[in-house]
């Protein structure tokens, strides 16, 4: 079976049913004709009852942190780390009593957890050691790895047609310039990125920094939180059914692989890097009490000011960092993470639930690295600009009076594809990927409108290589919304919704090339919803030819895959 646009994966789909909860009491997904042909959007997992998962009675756990297996410096004086991954077939408990096989960063769902220095450049080796045979397709198990949230270069970017075959290697080189901020690194192979990613090809890759070092937790206190969903078949196997192309809601929620855990916090201020990783399902998260949380980053690193905010939205993609409080609570005292859900998503019994936080007693850290903070910060400073030197700007200063072009990108349903101003990649690969949205030049700002027109419909719109200012929104009186104060490079349509973004193309030391830009509704990108840009010349640094991926010679052996020691059970 070969991967075309208009046949791809025809999958068998789940039987059974589940009982409905329509997000703001909908009882149905918008856009989905009763009769449509397609499957039941409400198609949930078919496991026996012992077998399912009972919310809160699993226990949290933190993927491991990856050792690098050389360091140094360069010549120049740089420092460097180098890394290597398998990309492997490897077994999860998920389900009670059942096995369920997944594709994983060595194995394991989510993928080890890679820490950076700002300014330690790295090497990660990434080997595809899968099957010849996709988990949920028939076609080749190419991959592509995208590191979401790095100014890399194109070739290292996980452009969606730089595959790596089964049995073959790509080393990709990460300059990590940056400002301090949660990254994660995800499969891209395009038509095909939604069954990579929902097979468990996704991880956390976190650069730090003085400033953010200085003024937020660190180590114990400084949590990765990927929240995903999935449906199982009765023996454990993972479920996927896209609805028509439509996306894939399933019925268990879980963190960092696990569903809704239960995790053993102290009485003190805790940081939790927010990440969906699911490949449709946006979240509106909330304390069950109530209490506020304080948003201190975004995308792109910490916000100037802190935000404190009852819930938020949050799409596929999007980071959000923010403190919870539990020097409030006495020990025993408990709170949940609830999901309020938005427009458009199909909910099911147990999906407004997420994680469940107990309070033990306080105790010394097993980590002499850890630190929490004695009180909630008002502002925080991200210091002075990476590249200032050579032409960039902060962010959160742009101003309109800056963009040297506006552009829009409508965001559409056309002809049974979803499309950018009408086009997709189709378009982009047919031209000899030389179709462009636009072509700015190095550290210029353009000011950007991403409009969805659409009422039946959430956008999660990605913009490779930049940081972004949202400056405005025709909801919400004009203005971001109050979780949005700092960088971004994920921009959340919603329905009938429009979002204004001002950016700088700035790409460091290099010239820059091909970029793409996709909605990250994953189905929604495989089919079709992704063009592309370039900075300067598209013919600088190509995506597909410059670093090719080569055939694997050496045993996985070779190389560490050793992890630090994790903290205890449930912390």
Known sequence: MSATRRNVLKLGMLGGSAALLGANGGAALAGVP???????????????????????????????????????????????????????????????????????????????????????????????????????????????????????????????????????????????????????????????????????????????????????????????????????????????????????WGDIVMVNGVPWPTMKVKPRIYRFRFLVGSITRSYRFALSNGNPVYVVGTDGGMTPKVQAISSWRQGTAERYEVLIDFRKYKVGQSVELRNLSNKNNVNFANTGKVMKFQVVANSPSPDPKSRSISSIPTTLDPGEHPTKATGGLDTMSLTPEMAVAKRTLRVQRKNGEWTINGETWDDVEKSGFTRLFANPQRNQVEQWTIVNESGGWFHPVHIHLIDGKIIGRNTNNGQPFAWEGGPKDVFYTGENESVTVLMQFDTGKHEGGRYMVHCHNLVHEDHDMMIQFSVGDLRNNDPITADPPVVETLPEGNFSSAYKPAYPAGT
């Open 34 to 248: 009763a009769s449509s042909g397609e499957s039941d959007p409400t198609t949930a997992s078919t496991l026996a009852a012992k077998n399912t998962p009972v919310p809160y009675t699993a226990t949290f756990r933190r993927p491991p942190t990856l050792i690098p297996y050389e360091t140094g410096r360069d010549p120049d004086g740089q420092p460097f780390a180098k890394y290597s991954l398998s990309q492997k077939l490897g077994q999860a408990q998920i389900a009670p009593g059942l096995s369920t096989t997944l594709a994983g960063y060595n194995g394991i769902f989510p993928g080890p957890t890679i820490e950076v220095p700002q300014g330690t450049r790295t090497e990660v080796r990434i080997s595809n050691r899968l099957p010849a045979t996709g988990l949920l397709y028939s076609d080749p198990f190419n991959t592509v790895t995208h590191l979401h949230g790095s100014a890399s270069l194109p070739q290292y970017d996980g452009y969606a047609n730089d595959r790596t075959a089964p049995s073959k290697v790509k080393n990709y080189h990460y300059p990590n310039w940056q400002a301090a901020r949660t990254l994660w690194y995800h499969d891209h192979n395009h038509l095909l990125t939604a069954q990579g990613v929902y097979s468990g090809l996704a991880a956390t890759y976190t650069l730090t920094d003085e400033q953010e070092q200085a003024q937020l937790p660190q180590g114990e206190f400084d949590v990765p939180i990927l929240v995903s969903d999935v449906m199982l078949n009765a023996d454990g196997s993972l479920g996927y059914n896209d609805n028509g192309h439509l996306g894939l």
